[in-house]
């Protein structure tokens, strides 16, 4: 379907594009549903994303489709679109979009974000964080359960120093943990924070959580102090994500946790959620903490610094040096798959004592966009049956390990 559709709102009107177009073949939802989904959730999605610079995640052809990330806003745009400048760790600048109504997220679904991608700062302040994001990524093979009695470890440690958390679905697989804080750190002071919340969520869970940076370390639910890193966003509370089904990252009550399943919340049920109860982390900006407890227990801790993200200039710290083989690595996640499984096809006695943990699916990020690299851990598998590293399969050369 091509052609566009005219929507107003916050008083404003906003031309949707080619509105029929199938941004998620599988349920049907078109370009057009998507807007008037984050219209229905506006003054939710706004207390995440608004007010904050925003980099644009785009899905022109659907979730179906390749995607790349755009820092730059869009030369051509509204005169009401805000934007403003943001200096990065690689020391480039970029003018990024600041939503401030409806109108805007509209204006960016229209685009093709699907997401909405935050920096934890506010417009008016970009070098002082006022949000501390607690990510909780599971390893492969950990189940939902599991994240929920991690997270109400986030929880109670949490209050333990005085801060409130707020959870949220990430819409994929993890779960989130949001503290607002006052604006009084550095980014460095906040990651620093963060790791140190890591840490001791793994001391007090040694069996269920990790703050192990490096992947084949890692067991459990990892807790990504990283994501508090200058230049890192998060999916923000009510994103769709790029899914089949179009899951959302859905704002929880604590008591919701327990039950609550990733898969519960949609582009299509969210509004009626959003309708009949409003949204859940309404008081979240009346709660702003301190995070001088946290950077205190840092000092007490003893451990020092921890890995950072690989495009960040900063020294780092010695790696373990576990059997880690590579497999391969492609554009197409799809195609380092394949070249995985051609892999298992050659080594079947190695690949009966693999753990699901094992296998290092790596989302590498580019400029623009990701691509993939498959790595195993060998550290299961018999010295005397353990491959050597082979020739990369696939092998896209222009892609460069980081």
């Known amino acids: 379907m091509s052609g566009r559709e005219l929507l107003t709102a916050a008083g404003r009107e906003v031309a949707v594009s080619n509105p029929g177009k199938l941004l998620f073949p599988k349920p049907g939802y078109t370009k057009l549903d998507l807007v008037r989904y984050y219209l229905a959730v506006a003054e939710g999605a706004l207390r995440g994303a608004g007010g904050r610079p925003n980099m644009l995640v785009r899905y022109p052809d659907g979730v179906e489709g390749e995607f790349f990330y755009q820092k730059r806003a869009p030369k051509t745009r509204p005169g009401w679109i805000e934007v403003v400048s943001l200096r990065f760790p690689s020391g ?135 994501q508090n890193a200058k230049d890192r966003t998060v999916a923000a ?92 690595r492609a554009k197409r996640k799809e195609d380092a798959l394949a070249g995985f499984e051609r892999w298992k096809k050659r080594h079947p006695k190695a690949v009966s004592h693999l753990e699901p943990a094992d296998v290092l699916v790596d989302a590498m990020r580019g400029r623009y966009a990701t691509w993939t690299r498959i790595r195993v851990n060998l550290q299961h598998v018999p010295e005397r049956l353990r491959p050597p590293q082979e020739p990369l399969d696939p092998d896209e050369k222009t892609l460069s390990s980081s």
């Open 92 to 226: 480039r600048s970029a003018d990024e979009i600041v939503p401030r109504d409806a109108a805007a997220l509209a204006w960016m679904a229209n685009l093709g974000c699907l997401e909405l991608h935050p920096h934890p700062v506010r417009a008016e302040d970009l070098d002082h964080p006022d949000e501390l994001r607690v990510d909780l990524d599971p390893v492969p093979g950990v189940k939902w359960p599991q994240l929920r009695e991690v997270a109400r470890v986030v929880e109670a440690t949490l209050k333990e120093f005085g801060l409130v958390g707020w959870p949220k679905t990430s819409g994929k697989r993890g779960m989130h943990v949001y503290v607002r804080i006052e604006q009084r750190w550095s980014f460095d002071e906040v990651r620093r924070a963060a790791l140190a919340l890591a840490r001791e969520v793994e001391r007090r869970a040694p069996k269920m959580a990790t703050s192990k940076w490096w992947k084949e370390e890692r067991q459990g639910v990892f807790v990504d102090y990283n």
């Open 237 to 328: 509370a009510y994103s769709v994500r790029p899914t089949e089904n179009a899951t959302v990252s859905a704002p929880l009550a604590w008591k919701e946790v327990e039950s609550a399943e990733p898969g519960d919340f949609t582009l299509a049920s969210m509004p009626a959620r959003f309708k009949k109860f409003g949204d859940c982390h309404a008081a979240i900006d009346k709660n702003a903490g301190s995070i001088e407890k946290l950077l205190e227990l840092f000092d007490k801790q003893g451990l020092g610094d921890a890995p950072w993200p690989p495009y960040y200039r900063k020294k780092q710290p010695p790696r373990s040096k576990l059997p880690v083989i590579e497999i391969g």
